[in-house]
């Protein structure tokens, strides 16, 4: 065999169908902790994909292989102790093997993976996969550290009492992976017999359960072929002494993510800092770029629809949205519309809507990569098990499995990659809740929000800010574990599915595994929320834009501040005067912005916010913030005449929000106000990109809308409380 | 919850010398039975805590640590409520009748 001959290829759908063979299709199946994925990875290279199915919210990675010059498609499945589905993904598994997929078939050829350090709870997977009758190989993985166990097993013997090829390999260390190759061709070119063994002497008709049939089966093949020393699994279980104590390995779990989470926000600011400054750059360079005088007609509309459309083309592909005659239209419409903006507003376009929303959404792909990194590390590690294990019973108070609680910690960086480990979690029902609640704890997106508040209650007193972040981090925990308590009385009943979870041995983590998923994971993301984001981006950004203020006039309306504005733009003035020309802009931006469609709605929405202690300019801010929270605070800045650079000199906006009278003369900004200002920061939504991810774990826009529906109700009735009960104690 | 508890009868021969896992404390166990059924005591079964396997129980508590088929699993003391162990030792006669019964048994 030649190298080229085993050489992955890319995916190419096309070429594949047209070759003179079909597509061979090989499921790798095992159980969790076998090393499956470090096995698709050695076989498949960097030339893997998450694919789903339609209707599925399971991801499965696939990848391309070409074999003694057929393609096959290698699919990882999801990990299996039995093919009972019992959770969302051992469904996906099944219905795979079973080819109860709509418009899948049965697949071609079976890698079963069996670890050789775990013979006989692996075996018992494999005489049920067995009894499927497909064409099998076994690849015997982790046969290095069976190795360094002193363990030994007899491979021909095994392959005799599976009836079917058994090669040994090594996915850390590629030992036998051509072998597995081969063998995998030659499975393929039907040169080799099906499985034909009976692996269960009773299996219906019989008092005693079928798994105690199998496992009876498989300590009887491991016995007969294996020589495992009394030793075995001495070094995790001198581990497990400690880590799974209910003191020190609480304490110890603890540390651990106090470390982790010390390094997300120590290693994300470096990248977060350059992306922003990178978008900033590019701003910048666009504007640079889009011309200022009058344009040709005849150049600039098939310029500009011409790049709008190629924005769609590449969007289109990167979400992976066909090209249908609606989407088509869809796609064109946009671009024609693009195309007669002027030059003025097609540039406010590509600066604040396209490249803001862009640097929107990545300006916190470091933190949520990092994040996913350790939790892949622990995982592989076999530490995660332990952390479930410790956690169990006090999670199990609010009615959530151990599992939870390590997406909740995650979701204290950022509600994105919690939500995506939520998939730990077998029982769906379970791990809906989980999903439901995580956007309530505190990410790192709502700091500079607590830290405005912060500064405009107690900007004198560090010790009493402190508390206010203390405040808005407990609120959050409070208000996540009773809504996960409530839903599980009411809408999601039932209890926590009582823990039953294998503490797999302790082994050295893979990065090369670690960083694979890392580059997978944040690629989802990016492909699949990144696009409805940019979307909402452009709509909020029209919102904000439209209707255009007309030369010369002030907005309509405003006249009712006219006093407050006034007193606030002399003040502004004072401390300005070296910049009058920066004001006079600050000042049209602030107009602008009232007399646009935020503006207006901010003016509508005013009696419902009223109760809040809400004015209209904090309700522009609360709309705009919509699909990124962290907006609130630049937005504030705009629309009390500060100019959008104003959030990074913290005091002069704070002094400035402090000044702001409401019509009657009384400050905006009282403590009733900020308090309700800061509940509704806490408890509300605002994150467009995890309702993007909600969807795509919980496979319908219907839990998003939920999620939605009940944070924002939630964060309105108790700012109402907020607000009214510290009116009433006189701090209106 | 969806699986029931059910009390045994404690003068039938199989049922003396049988407590719950939950329990008992450290040491070599064989599984007599698992009550109930659902996915959460499938769950359980097909990671090997089902009738007729030993089990070590490694450490007590809640959730408890066993080692079963060489792999140790936790498993929380509401589920090892709903299984039945005898003490290693006392089991050998009893697994000889569970065989006859599953002989008995076969068409």
Known sequence: MTAADILPVLHDSRSANNGALKTAVV???????????????????LRAKTANYPGITVDLRK???????????????????????????????????????EGRAVPDAIVLVVDAT?????????????????????????????????????????????????VPVSARTGQGIDDLREMMARLLAEQLPKPTVEHTSCTAGCHGCTFAARYEWAERVTEGIAQIPHTHGRRTAAIDQYLTNPIWGTLAFLSLMLGVFYLIFSLADVPMTLID?????????????IPTGPVNGLLWVPAVGALAMGFFVLGYRLAGISWTWRSGVAAAGVAALVSMLPADDFRSLVVNGVIGGVGGILVFLPQICILFFFICLLEDSGYMARAAFVMERLMRVVGLP????????????????????????????DRLVTILVLPLLTCSARLPVYAMIA????????????????????????????????????????????LVIELPPYR??????????????????????????????????????YPKLPEGAGSPGAASDVAGLAAAATEAKQARIEQPAAWTGQTRAQEALAYSFAGRLGRLFEPIFEPLGFDWRINVGVISSFAAREVVVSTLAIMYG??????????????????????????????????????????????????????RETGSWKWSFFQLGYMTLLAYSVSFVVYQTAAAFGYA | MAFRVRLLHPFEPENINMTPLSSTSQGMVVCSRVEGEGPEITRLKRMGVCSGRPLEIVRAGDPMILCVAGTRIGVSQKLARAVFVKPAELAGANRDADDGDRKNGQP
């Open chain 1, 642 to 695: 500060m100019g959008e650079d104003a959030p990074d000199q913290q005091e002069t906006l704070v002094e400035t929000l402090r000044r702001q009278k409401r019509p009657d003369g009384s400050p905006v900004f009282t403590t009733a106000t900020c308090l309700s200002l800061l509940t509704f920061y806490v408890l509300a939504m605002q994150c467009l990109p995890t309702q993007a991810v909600t969807r």
């Open chain 1, 63 to 101: 990848g391309r292989m070409r074999l003694s010059g057929r393609d096959l498609e290698l699919i990882d499945l999801p990990g299996l102790y039995s093919l009972d589905a019992l959770s969302p993904e051992e469904h996906v598994a099944r219905s795979t093997l079973l080819g109860e997929i």
């Open chain 1, 118 to 166: 775990h013979l006989a709870r692996n075996l018992t997977l494999a005489s049920e996969i067995l009894d499927l009758r497909l064409p099998t190989v076994v690849a015997l993985n982790l046969i290095d550290a069976a190795d360094a166990a002193d363990i030994t097993i007899d491979v021909g013997q095994l392959a005799m009492e599976l009836s079917c090829p058994v």
């Open chain 1, 402 to 429: 151990g599992k939870a609680f390590v997406p909740m910690l995650s979701a204290h960086a950022c509600a994105i990659p919690g939500i995506m480990a939520a998939r730990v979690i077998e029982d769906w029902r």
């Open chain 1, 277 to 289: 400054e990178g978008f900033g750059r590019l701003a910048t360079v666009a504007e640079g770029l």
């Open chain 1, 455 to 498: 500064a405009l209650l107690f900007g004198d007193s560090p010790q009493k800010a402190a508390l206010v972040f203390v405040g808005a981090y407990s609120l959050g925990i409070v208000a996540t574990l009773a809504t996960a308590f409530a839903l599980k009385k009411s809408l999601l009943r039932g209890d926590a599915v009582p």
């Open chain 1, 508 to 545: 050295l983590p893979s990065l090369r595994n670690a960083l694979l998923t890392v580059v997978d994971r944040a690629s989802v993301f990016v492909r699949n929320a990144g696009t409805i984001i940019l979307l909402i981006s452009v709509g909020l950004w029209a919102l904000a834009s």
């Open chain 1, 27 to 45: 499921a790798l199946v095992g159980n969790p902790n076998a090393g499956k994925t470090s096995l698709f990875n050695r076989l498949t290279g």
